[in-house]
């Protein structure tokens, strides 16, 4: 400790700048997530309207049979 200065902060600034890139790769990882929950919501939706309208072609389908 001889060698640095009283007022040195080299210590804190690299702890402060592991901080600032493990909150960029937390916030990057929960909007990754965030984003493929998004697209499979939609594709399960997207499935289930043609499930239905398949379903409901196939009821129309044999009233006219």
């Known amino acids: 400790m001889a060698d640095r200065d009283w ?3 080299s210590d804190y600034q690299d702890a402060v700048q ?3 890139r493990a909150t960029r790769f937390g916030w ?3 909007a990754g997530t ?3 929950l998004g697209c ?6 997207m499935i289930c309207a043609v499930a239905v ?5 196939v009821v129309a389908a044999m009233d006219h049979g």
């Open 7 to 9: 007022y040195a902060d």
């Open 18 to 20: 592991r901080a600032e």
């Open 28 to 30: 990057a990882a929960i």
């Open 34 to 36: 965030t984003g493929v």
């Open 40 to 45: 499979m919501l939609i594709a399960v939706a």
């Open 53 to 57: 309208l398949s379903c409901l072609y």
